[in-house]
């Protein structure tokens, strides 16, 4: 499961840091300790930026450097569209073997195809994407702060 | 004697096959005739073997583990839980809680309902329904519920011929009814319950509904969304699984409304030592380590009975039960506690003999082989009602053959003559 | 590699060919290294064939049966129990409660210390005493206990080095206290906890005293007498025996004084619809069908563990630990959370290896065949008291070897380079 | 465990039947629903009569009829002897083979030998003899009337 990808993302992240943001978001995943969090910036309709700080296994700590490399600059919709197709692998239990279209929408996070035949680092792989979600939806509603629990 | 044809009856010859038990011989030669399924099932070879399997291959403890074998573990957990609930039709399987057996079910709910905030909360303002047919499991726990929380504990008496005396329904659920707990079968009398009536009566006033289904999902095809109950209880042991498992199925939202029972491990979601937050259901009523080998065991009776099938057994035994009645009412003296046809009533045949005692009836019997069992089977006020000490209860299972009710029916009459 | 030797080792070669288990290849070839007993053991041959035997031969629910196979129940289940007195030296094997897990053990006394009447009721006037490094088993029920009674919820806190800090131990254990409840050994951090001076204290203040050997009971001598308790709660699945059985030591007189727990059938002495009288103990706190053929098996598993010899099973444990205490702080960046000796702890070691995550390690470890558990061990406050999200643990058992710390220890460095 | 001498008794039971007495008690063994009302008088230390009545299976039957026949007459000292044996007897799980001296105790009493061997049963061959004692308890400590249970 750990493809070098992942292990790139891992001891070289994107984007890492907290920086000016329309919204934050600090999410937990509680049965491992996982953290995040998030800041989200949009230029209209498009992501300006994403900036995080974390603490987590690699998986959790890649997926959030993919993410920033994947969606920054991206206009929402198209990110959506990302963020729907790494959900669906993520929770193929295995049985997706992503094709070419999928590696173009995803480019390096089809490296987390393997992940996904592991339930219990799922929610890892998931944790920064489900902040983006959430911090988004914040962004647009206004940009208040709040705190929430993964489960 | 020879083999006795009834419509509906399973290859109870292929069956049998499966049931090592059932090759034992007691008392220098005699074939066991197990008749005592309401007390307990026989267990098939394939589910014996689940168990070996999973201790041998795969046992770990389950959630949260990044080894092969914690994830093998708990596949094979959850997946037990897909299977009962697809097995009782459930809609969600997160609405299925693996419990120690019934009983703890039962429990788990009264627990709940009297540590909830309201609507739900039983209080001194409120009132409990249940029937004089309940299993004790099903009795003892609202009576304590009863004292501790100052509820008022009613229930619907029961008729001469052993059905559910409902013509004070309006009387008995009323707008303080919180909760209405009731057994779809009677462990001691055989009686199939009329689920709607009540449960209409019920949802009118608000009540919560409590299926007892432990002699139901053994026998029967059980479909909670069509019982049209809030929670099902039933018992991994009566129906081909093993020991120390139990099941609660309830309405999703109650299981997120209603609070805790037992806290432990597995079913938090944080703890820290000033507080802690629960895990969504079903792990929040699962506190510590689940029964996990016991669950893949009923996730393999499941799978037997399902292949089987759940309608053929009922059929298999509603034609041994009509054939039951028929040949124990021809034996003088007996008197059978319960209804005296096979409608509406499941494969458990209470009854008295004159008045041999049930204990030397049972006795005599299993002298000749023959396990039946002999007491108030933990449903005392059905004898009280009847004014009777105890009773003798001869119950099938899909296994049970006519040779068998025969050989009961002998061994009755070499009873009557021992003590006559 | 050759093959350490230490002193005190028990015959692992023997013992290791009970353990069907330990002879699994994962991951194409590599030989399964089992270092998760903390979190359960694995089950020997002779336990499988123990629960076997019981569904093939005997199965038929217990007690009040007269026919042959409810007799032979009733004596399996019995003789467990008689097993489990003697195993922790009771005197009485009347105070051996059987339950799910020791989870429910817990949750057991916390109840009815909850509807007891004085002297033994915990309100709002009194104290509850635990510890900073309780599994969440021995937390969550006393926080539940607190909010539903008012009582107030009091803990010793952690040393740098894993110890309770008792410094304090008259301003927390006070005239206020009513229950004193902490584990014997740490399932994070391996710690043994010093029983005589808190039970002194407790015993002084007129306090009940519960001991959680949980993770004591599987690893040695465990003498109820001896502990000075008033109750001491473990569980099967740990020891060798299945999952879905634990127990629950208590004292004659208290049995006898406090309230029932889960109401049912075998708890009952007599039942009508108005009241009902209760069974003495332990039948009192055992509603509904006991875990049967778990009994069966944790008496096979008792059996098991004294025919090696408690005392022999620790002395290999603590050379065990004693090396592997010594071969991780080896390891760079290693730093172990809890005693950094083997001087009064068990064989389970929580570690955190520089800033890699548990998960990743454990993972990482998996790949290699290595089973160890990651995370908080359900005994998240110790994570929060050290600082850290989560830690790697490894815990041994009677099976394990020199060679299989050695794994561990290479399985580690294959981790730092992976990461590094 | 039938022998002929339990069937002899419950079919043709001794001294059944309530008459005066000093003391009555009234005994239940909940587990099978046995019940006896037991009376007995006393001339001095000399047992004058045990009177009873009762329902339940034909061991808890004949073991009443058992002890009146033995018990009746008898100086207290002397029954309370026979008692200890009868128990004695009936906890041995099957594994006291009576010899001629206890015969010589028990006479009819021993065919309840058997029966020992089923833990089931022994209540009922105990209840009258249980019931018996604490009415005599309660006989010479001044005959109040008492209900019990025997658990
Ligand atoms: C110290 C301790 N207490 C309690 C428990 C709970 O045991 P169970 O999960 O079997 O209820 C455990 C193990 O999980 C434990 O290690
Ligand atoms: C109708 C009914 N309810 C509840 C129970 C209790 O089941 P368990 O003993 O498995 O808890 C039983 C069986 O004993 C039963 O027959």
Same mark, same amino acid.
């Given at each position: ?151 | ?60 403890n389950?959630h ?35 419990t120690k ?100 009566? &019920?949802? /009118?006033? !608000? @009540? ?9 999902? $053994? *026998?029967? #095809?059980?479909? =909670? ?35 805790p029972f037992l806290g432990g491990g597995e079913m938090i979601e944080t703890v820290?030592?000033?507080?802690s937050?629960y895990a969504?259901?079903?792990h929040k009523f699962e506190a510590g380590t689940p ?50 046809? &096979?409608? /509406?009533? !499941? @494969? ?9 005692? $049930? *204990?030397? #009836?049972?006795? =005599? ?56």
């Open positions: 499961m750990y493809q070098d990808v992942i292990l790139d993302h891992y001891k070289n992240p994107h984007g890492r840091g907290l920086r000016d943001g329309d919204a934050e978001v600090h999410h937990v995943n509680p049965t491992c300790g996982d953290e995040i969090t998030l800041r989200v910036r949009y230029d209209g309709s498009r992501i300006a930026d994403v900036s995080y700080e974390g603490q987590g296994c690699s998986i959790s700590q890649a997926s959030a450097s993919v993410l920033n490399e994947l969606l920054v600059g991206k206009e929402l919709a198209e990110a959506q569209r990302i963020q729907g197709t790494f959900l669906e692998l993520m929770q193929s239990r295995g049985q997706i073997e992503p094709d070419d279209a999928m590696e173009e929408v995803l480019e390096d996070a089809v490296a987390f195809a393997g992940v996904s035949k592991y339930p219990a680092r799922v929610k890892c792989a998931l944790l920064s994407w489900m902040a983006w979600k959430d911090a988004t939806a914040q962004a647009l509603a206004g940009g208040t702060d709040a705190e929430r629990k993964t489960a | 004697m020879g083999v006795t044809q009834l419509p509906g009856l399973l290859d109870t010859e292929a069956i049998r096959k499966d049931f090592p038990v059932l090759d034992r011989v007691l008392h220098d030669g005699k074939k066991l005739v197990y008749l005592d399924n309401a007390a307990t099932s026989q267990k098939p070879r394939q589910v014996i073997d689940a168990l070996s399997a999973y201790y041998e291959r795969h046992n770990s389950v949260r583990g990044v080894h092969v074998l914690a994830e093998e573990a708990t596949a094979l957990y959850e997946g037990a839980r897909d299977k009962v609930a697809a097995f009782v039709n459930a809609p969600s399987r997160d609405e299925v809680i693996f057996n019934a009983s703890e079910s039962l429990n788990l709910v009264a627990n709940m309902l009297g540590w909830a905030d309201e609507p739900y909360r039983v209080d001194r303002e409120t009132e409990i329904v249940i029937t004089e047919m309940e299993h004790h499991s099903n009795i003892v726990p609202w009576q304590l519920l009863s004292q501790r929380t100052g509820a008022k504990l009613k229930w619907f008496g029961l008729t001469d011929d052993g059905r559910l005396d409902l013509s004070d329904i309006e009387q008995v659920i009323t707008e303080k009814t919180k909760i209405v707990s009731f057994t779809l079968v009677s462990n001691i009398m055989g009686t199939v319950n009329p689920v709607e009536a009540i449960v209409r009566r &019920a949802q /009118d006033v !608000g @009540a919560l509904v409590l299926i007892d289904a432990s002699q139901a999902a $053994p *026998h029967m #095809v059980l479909d =909670v969304q069509a019982l049209g109950a809030d929670f099902v209880a039933f018992t991994g042991h009566k129906m081909c699984g093993p020991t120390g498992i139990g099941v609660l199925w309830g309405r999703q939202e109650l299981l997120e409304d209603l609070p820290s030592m000033h507080s937050t969504p259901a079903p029964p996990i080998a016991q669950a893949v065991g009923l996730g393999a009776a499941v799978d037997y009975l399902t292949s089987i099938g759940m309608e053929r057994i009922a059929r298999h035994e509603h034609a041994l039960t009509e054939y039951a009645v028929k040949r124990l009412l021809e034996v003088p003296d007996l008197r059978i506690i319960g209804p005296t046809t &096979a409608e /509406d009533r !499941g @494969a458990a045949i209470s009854f008295t003999l004159g008045d041999i005692h $049930p *204990h030397d #009836v049972g006795q =005599v019997l299993d002298e000749q082989g023959i396990a039946v069992r002999v007491g108030h089977h933990c449903a005392r006020p059905v004898c009280l009602r009847y004014g009777i000490p105890a009773t003798t209860r001869a119950s099938f299972y899909l296994y049970s053959t006519p040779a068998e009710v025969d050989a009961l029916v002998d061994g009755l009459e070499h009873v009557r003559n021992f003590f006559g």
